[in-house]
């Protein structure tokens, strides 16, 4: 949640926030059904597998291709801040040298 409320400025964040959620409980319904049908069909060792590779998979594109941005940065944007900033004009962590 963290990070999609970094991505998201306050036109979206609400919209992207609840995506995620709803996305939690579907995945859990739908993988648990894929789950029964593979365990049906294939034995309960291929569940284990098959959910195993795909977390791998999902870990190795998110490893690549998601970078966590700067906190506060879509905050910043919706104020029309080329960086995010404290109310006592201390930029926040990591980068936290004063102004």
Known sequence: MSLISDYHGKNTRSRAMGL?????????ILGSVFAGFIG????????FVTFGALG???ALVLGRFLREPQRGAADAADLGMAEPRLPNGIRPWPHSRLS
Request: charged share 5%.
């Open 56 to 58: 791998v998979l999902l």
């Open 20 to 28: 995620h959620q709803t996305s939690v409980y579907t995945g859990t």
């Open 40 to 47: 049906q069909n294939f034995g309960w060792r291929y569940s």
